[in-house]
T-cell receptor, first 114, second 111 residues
Framework: NAGVMQNPRHLVRRRGQEARLRCSPMKGHSHVYWYRQLPEEGLKFMVYLQKENIIDESGMPKERFSAEFPKEGPSILRIQQVVRGDSAAYFCASSRGQGQYGAFFGQGTRLTVV | TQLLEQSPQFLSIQEGENLTVYCNSSSVFSSLQWYRQEPGEGPVLLVT?????EVKKLKRLTFQFGDARKDSSLHITAAQPGDTGLYLC???????????FGTGTRLTVIP
């Protein structure tokens, strides 16, 4: 049973370009969370999705950031017109449900904006 | 507002020593989880505690959920270099739509 798969592992973008981060949840998991982590810091919640629905995007900047989890295919976190401050590790986690099920994380995508 | 505060923030100990890491909040959680994260990797789920006062053991690791479900502790016995990493607690609240992560404790075990 494959774990949560994120790609790419590393992504370099120039300022103003778009970044697309992909996350395939574990088999049987319909809940996906995206988190952002800066060096030496904890995980900051960005968005929580279920299939075809955004449940909570309270942690995601209103501009330039968007997320989706289509019926078929991976969840996508999209950052438009990237700026240097977007450089961070972005982690996706999947779960069977909320609460005591726990979340299983991918290895993350390290975005560097140059 | 940081819902979950972990202490200590950094901890460096010798191999073989015991240690305790704390996760505290003024909020009640329906469940609380502990994760360990190594450099360059995603967090790995260690345990989930659900019931107030619950104690769970995972080899040399002992996890406890406070009676009021506002705090938790992680105790490691006879620490080994392989225990080195960032330990994160995360809480789930009824009606909330995300896991709230703590500030993290960075543990270094020196051989």
């Amino acid at each position: 049973n494959a774990g949560v798969m994120q790609n790419p592992r590393h992504l370099v973008r120039r300022r103003g370009q778009e970044a697309r981060l992909r996350c395939s949840p574990m088999k049987g998991h319909s809940h996906v969370y995206w988190y952002r982590q800066l060096p030496e810091e904890g995980l900051k919640f960005m968005v929580y999705l279920q299939k075809e629905n955004i449940i909570d995007e309270s942690g995601m900047p209103k501009e330039r950031f968007s997320a989706e989890f289509p019926k078929e295919g991976p969840s996508i976190l999209r950052i438009q017109q990237v700026v240097r401050g977007d450089s961070a590790a972005y982690f996706c986690a999947s779960s069977r449900g909320q609460g005591q099920y726990g979340a299983f994380f991918g290895q993350g995508t390290r975005l560097t904006v140059v | 507002t940081q819902l979950l505060e972990q202490s200590p923030q950094f901890l460096s100990i010798q191999e073989g020593e015991n240690l305790t890491v704390y996760c505290n909040s003024s909020s009640v959680f329906s469940s609380l989880q502990w994760y360990r994260q190594e450099p360059g990797e995603g967090p790995v789920l260690l345990v989930t505690v659900v019931t107030g006062g619950e104690v769970k053991k995972l080899k040399r690791l002992t996890f406890q959920f406070g009676d009021a479900r506002k705090d938790s502790s992680l105790h490691i016995t006879a620490a080994q270099p392989g225990d080195t990493g960032l330990y994160l607690c995360a809480g789930d609240q009824t009606g909330a739509n995300n896991l709230f992560f703590g500030t993290g404790t960075r543990l270094t075990v020196i051989p």
